[in-house]
């Protein structure tokens, strides 16, 4: 059985870094072709496509977010990390990370994090 | 970067109805189209993936095509289960990916 969650701060202050971590169990993220990617959307608005990370390391961005965006991973924890730097109201949402199965994207997806950003 | 453009952004629908939403894709994506279901409150879940090819557990009245640069998410009765919002997302093999705004599904 594939989980996942998503787990973070709940509440940071603007211009801080968002530290977000996705904990998973019933796949390996060394498995070629397996792949994590992170989504966001903000309450009442669709869904934003963030960033994934594949079991081979190599990492792609949303370009309009390219710059503030860092994805990695720690395969023996089964984890995934995101890291959003200079953080503004614009990123409240909650945010989730979703499971690629042979570039597939999103089988499983976790249930959320909401994080708020307000001064 | 691929933009994704679907419509319509909400429909109502009466059950038994044929519905069918749409994606443009900017560029050429071949079948890397997916389509995804979220119900209010939970976690979307996916559809169908590679444009036409029905996910695990997924009814049978799901169905996706493909016509040019047009990719389709035909339901072919509605059901009041199927109430929700979809979303289509471009998948090219492991480079920048895009979903589209949204279609919001309501009963008539």
């Known amino acids: 059985q594939v989980t996942l969650k998503e787990s973070g701060p709940g509440i940071l202050q603007p211009s801080q870094t968002l530290s977000l971590t996705c904990t998973f169990s019933?796949?390996?993220?060394?498995?070629?072709?397996?792949?994590v990617g992170w989504i966001r959307q903000p309450s009442g608005k669709g869904l934003e496509w963030l960033t994934n990370i594949w079991w081979d390391d190599d990492k792609y961005y949303n370009p309009s977010l390219k710059s503030r965006l860092a994805i990695s991973k720690d395969t023996s924890n089964n984890q995934a990390f995101l890291k959003i730097t200079n953080v503004d109201t614009a990123d409240t949402a909650t945010y989730y990370c979703a499971r690629i199965v042979e570039g597939i994207p999103f089988e499983d997806w976790g249930q959320g994090v909401m994080v708020t950003v307000s001064s | 970067d691929i933009q994704m453009t679907q419509s319509p952004s909400s429909m109502s629908a009466s059950l038994g109805d044929r519905v069918t939403i749409t994606c443009r894709a900017s560029?050429?994506?071949?079948?890397?189209l997916n389509w995804f279901q979220q119900k209010s409150g939970k976690s979307p879940r996916r559809m169908i993936y590679?444009?036409?090819n029905l996910a695990a557990g997924v009814p049978s009245r799901f169905s996706g095509s493909k016509s040019g640069s047009d990719y389709s998410l035909t339901i072919s009765s509605l059901e009041s289960e199927d109430v929700a919002i979809y979303y289509c997302?471009?998948?090219?093999?492991?480079?920048?990916?895009?979903f589209g705004g949204g279609t919001k599904l309501e009963l008539k």
């Open positions: 019933g796949f390996s993220l060394s498995t070629y072709g397996t792949g």
């Open positions: 997302l471009q998948s090219i093999q492991y480079l920048t990916w895009t």
């Open positions: 590679g444009a036409t």
């Open positions: 560029q050429d994506i071949g079948n890397y």
